[in-house]
């Protein structure tokens, strides 16, 4: 199924294509809306969106969630109150990440979120090693400990200049070949730890 068309945004008013009905805050996903009821769990402006008001769209078969804060951004969205996803599975050339369709090369986990991690976006390769540009996005993301997982035969390169940024960031870092690595931020997410990961599944 296809996501539907999000037809006219008006304040206080949002109407969906193929649905009779109009919301003044919507959840839609492939094949179907609703409104979004803050009441059911409680959410109001800050502390913001709880992890309670995603499960039903993520459940879904979604690859990507898109928030929309408002007219004026006043609802918070922080990461601080999601957890850090599981991988699932890894073997060479294939992640999986709990709750996300899509199988990845080489991923970039956060609480709440992942993605895939394309070395083109920085120019990065396994020599000199991942950049400062390759684990700020990650880095954002409220994470206290990040875990770099450098390949099944850790031909991927960490330069100690790009360990340095992340601990002026306040971050614990780990680096590890990736099948250790993947198991110690899985032993981390499933203690509840703010753990971020970014994980290269070949070479």
Same mark, same amino acid.
């Given at each position: 199924?296809?996501?539907?068309?999000?037809? &006219?945004?008006?304040?206080?008013?949002?109407?969906?294509? /193929?649905?009779?009905?109009?919301? %003044?805050?919507?959840?839609?996903? @492939?094949?179907? &809306?609703?409104?979004?009821?803050?009441?059911? +769990?409680?959410?109001?402006? $800050?502390? !913001?969106?709880?992890?309670?008001?995603? #499960?039903e769209v993520?459940?879904?078969? =979604?690859?990507?969630?898109? =928030?929309?804060r408002g007219?004026?951004?006043?609802?918070?969205?922080? &990461?601080?109150?999601m957890s850090?996803?599981?991988?699932?599975?890894? *073997?060479? !050339?294939?992640?999986?990440? %709990? /709750?996300?369709? *899509?199988? $990845?090369?080489?991923?970039?986990?956060?609480?709440?979120?992942?993605?895939?991690?394309?070395?083109? #976006? +920085?120019? +990065?390769?396994?020599?000199?090693?991942?950049? @400062?540009?390759?684990?700020? #996005?990650?880095?954002? %993301? !409220? =994470?206290?400990?990040?875990?770099?997982?450098? /390949?099944?035969?850790?031909?991927?390169?960490?330069?100690?200049?790009?360990?340095?940024?992340?601990?002026?960031?306040?971050?614990?870092?780990?680096?590890?070949?990736?099948?250790?690595?993947?198991?110690?931020?899985?032993?981390?997410?499933?203690?509840?730890?703010?753990?971020?990961?970014?994980?290269?599944?070949?070479?």
């Amino acid at each position: 199924m296809s996501s539907p068309e999000i037809a &006219s945004l008006s304040w206080g008013h949002m109407k969906v294509k /193929g649905c009779s009905s109009s919301y %003044k805050d919507c959840k839609v996903w @492939p094949g179907g &809306s609703r409104a979004w009821d803050w009441r059911e +769990t409680g959410t109001d402006h $800050y502390p !913001g969106v709880q992890p309670a008001d995603l #499960e039903e769209v993520l459940k879904k078969g =979604i690859d990507l969630l898109v =928030i929309g804060r408002g007219m004026s951004e006043a609802l918070q969205v922080s &990461s601080r109150n999601m957890s850090s996803p599981e991988i699932a599975s890894l *073997s060479w !050339g294939h992640m999986k990440v %709990k /709750g996300c369709s *899509s199988s $990845y090369k080489d991923c970039k986990v956060w609480p709440g979120g992942s993605r895939a991690w394309d070395w083109r #976006e +920085t120019g +990065t390769d396994h020599y000199p090693g991942v950049q @400062p540009a390759d684990l700020e #996005e990650v880095l954002k %993301k !409220g =994470i206290d400990l990040l875990v770099i997982g450098r /390949g099944m035969s850790e031909a991927l390169q960490v330069p100690s200049s790009t360990l340095d940024f992340v601990k002026q960031k306040g971050v614990d870092v780990r680096v590890l070949q990736t099948e250790k690595a993947v198991a110690e931020y899985n032993k981390l997410a499933g203690q509840g730890a703010k753990v971020g990961g970014v994980f290269h599944s070949t070479c």
